[in-house]
Structure formats: structure tokens, C-alpha cells
């Protein structure tokens, strides 16, 4: 377990998704919060977290949360995770059934990849990143690829998507990693500052065709 440094920094825009639409990430705004978890448990049948809005419980749990690799008790959470996530970017559910197939082949099988968790004693799990592998053929080595990432609304801009982002870098340098990579909207500019000050730089364009 890698505990979240005390001296946990409120950076820039650092504590967001990283599948944002045509425009900056966007919040859930409290008020919507009931609509919000209405639909997913409609579509799921879990219960959500509760949003609470204390100050100091917040900080509190940030100091004690720590990241992990995610197991198969985790699953639940990180699909609702990636319900909410795709809730607030595109105003859109994904198949809860094949979500769910998704997340438990990578949990099972780590020549895949790994999800990581942040977990606090007090508050469960607060945030997701996954992780794949892409074999780069030039470096003769592995680049690990950032994806997935959620962090519940309660718990963002307190400096945990950083602490995800360092602990998973120096889990790929120990692994004999060449690199990560991640990728966003072109038109997602908080999201790139962010990934600026980590050190990270853009050097090509992604193209996909997804059947």
C-alpha cells in the first residue's frame, strides 16, 4: 500500500477524467446529485456513495487514504465509478453487463493491465485508474497507458489524481517501463497544464476507429 503524502499540494485542474468531452471536464453540480445517482442505481442496482460536503471529514480522509492495486472486491465500485464517469462527460449510461465484464477481465488478468484504488478507512474507495500496456517496438520495452480515471466529486482538487499519477509512474519505472502515455480532448486545456506540470509533453495526434 503507498500512503498519500500529508502534504498532499491543491494544484491546478489536477483532480479529473480523463474521457472529457469537446469542452473543459465537467462537474456535477450538487444539486444534481439526486438525478444523477437515481439513473445509475436504475441502471446498476447499487447503492451509491453518499456526497458529503464537511470540510474537515474530507481533509481527514485524504491524509488516511491510501492506493493500491485494485482486487475483485473492488469491481463494484469501479464500475460505478466508470458509470459516473461517463454520466458527467457525455450525459450518457454504458452497458452496465459489458462494463462490468470489462473491468473484472483486467482485474483478473494483469498481463492486461492494473486498476488502482484509492481506499480511506473512513470514506471506502475515493478514486480509479486503470492502466495498459502498449509494447513499443523502437524502445524494445513496455509504455504504460493511462485510462479511466475518476475521483469522486467530494474528494476532487485536493491533489489525488497526482498522487495516482506518481505512485503508478514510479510502479512503471520498478516494472522496467519506457514510458506513459495518456490521452484527452485537444480542446480539454486544463486537462493538458495539468499533464504539463507532471513533466509530460504531446508529440502526436490519437486517430481511432472503434467497431
Known amino acids: ?7 498532499v499540494v491543491v494544484g491546478l485542474e489536477d483532480d479529473m477524467d480523463l474521457r472529457s468531452p469537446a469542452h473543459p471536464h465537467v462537474r456535477t453540480p450538487a444539486d444534481e446529485w439526486a438525478t444523477h445517482d437515481k439513473l445509475l442505481n436504475e441502471t446498476l442496482g447499487n447503492k451509491l456513495p453518499t456526497h458529503t460536503t464537511d470540510a474537515d471529514a ?24 466508470n458509470m459516473s464517469l461517463v454520466f458527467e462527460t ?22 492486461k493491465g492494473h486498476y488502482y484504488v484509492v481506499e480511506s478507512r473512513t470514506s471506502g474507495r475515493l478514486a480509479c485508474m486503470m492502466v495498459t500496456f502498449e509494447w513499443s517496438d523502437w524502445r524494445n520495452s513496455t509504455i504504460w497507458w493511462i485510462q ?7 474528494f476532487r482538487r485536493k491533489g489525488l489524481f497526482r498522487a495516482m499519477y506518481s505512485h503508478v509512474r514510479q510502479e512503471a519505472v520498478s516494472a522496467g517501463s519506457c514510458g506513459i502515455r495518456l490521452y484527452t480532448h485537444r480542446q480539454n486545456q486544463r486537462a493538458m497544464t495539468t499533464y504539463e506540470t507532471l513533466g509530460m509533453s504531446s508529440q502526436y495526434v490519437v486517430y481511432e476507429d472503434i467497431f
Open 1 to 7: 500500500l503507498a500512503r498519500l503524502p500529508e502534504n
Open 90 to 111: 457525455e450525459g450518457r449510461t454504458l452497458n452496465g453487463e459489458v462494463l462490468r465484464g470489462g473491468v473484472e477481465g483486467i482485474v483478473s488478468d494483469r498481463s
Open 58 to 81: 474530507t481533509t481527514n480522509t485524504i491524509e488516511t487514504a491510501n492506493i493500491r492495486r485494485a482486487t475483485l472486491e473492488d469491481i463494484s465500485d469501479i464500475v460505478n465509478f
Open 148 to 154: 479511466s480515471v475518476y475521483v469522486r466529486p467530494e
